[in-house]
């Protein structure tokens, strides 16, 4: 099955490739592009998570797992969020063999080879590996992709203040932290 978004740059060289490791990584890459998770937050996602957010079209990141522990943050599931979630739980049930309704719900949603959560140093060679196969010479990191997810809200938001829009998105709770 073909991803059902439309990657680009690293995103791209992954989701080209067909095996299924370069395709865990287009869906993670794309779903951290639209979530604007930080990379910690999304590693910690759980397939019961993932489930629920597809239901109620809510992702939430509970405290626990947030930098300084703040508060629960709630992402909106969006069509493009929705579908990397639905392509990173079929995915998994490829790597692991194991049918997504007969796992822990506490399980990862996404894992290395060995069916364990992928690390965040996982993550962060990953993406720089997509980056260079894709000649983006920049310092691509998971971070990176939660810094275009605001940048691309205020661009394209009609708020007079569109700070405000990306603030909550990304669940800072500071506007100066959105700011920079």
């Not at 779903?31 to 759980?46: D, H, K, P, Y």
């Not at 522990?69 to 969006?78: F, M, P």
């Not at 691309?152 to 405000?164: F, L, Y």
Request: one cysteine or more.
């Amino acid at each position: 099955k073909a991803l059902t978004y439309m990657p680009s740059g690293g995103i791209a060289a992954a989701a080209t490739t067909h095996d299924p490791y370069a395709q865990r990584d287009a869906a993670w890459m794309s779903a951290m592009l639209t979530s604007g998770c930080r990379v910690q937050e999304f590693s910690r996602i759980s397939i019961g998570a993932a489930v629920m957010a597809l239901n109620s079209r809510r992702l939430v990141l509970p405290k626990e797992t947030r930098k300084g522990k703040a508060r629960d943050h709630v992402v909106l599931v969006t069509t493009a969020l929705a579908d990397a979630i639905t392509d990173l739980l079929r995915i998994r049930e490829t790597l692991t063999g194991h049918v997504t309704a007969s796992c822990d719900p506490a399980d990862a949603l996404v894992v290395n080879r060995y069916g364990a959560r992928l690390s965040v140093r996982s993550f962060e060679k990953r993406i720089k590996y997509w980056a260079i196969k894709a000649g983006i010479t920049a310092n691509v990191t998971p971070h990176w992709l939660r810094h275009c997810r605001g940048y691309n809200i205020m661009k394209k938001s009609s708020a007079q203040d569109p700070r405000g829009v990306a603030q909550a998105a990304l669940g800072h709770v500071s506007i100066a932290s959105t700011g920079i």
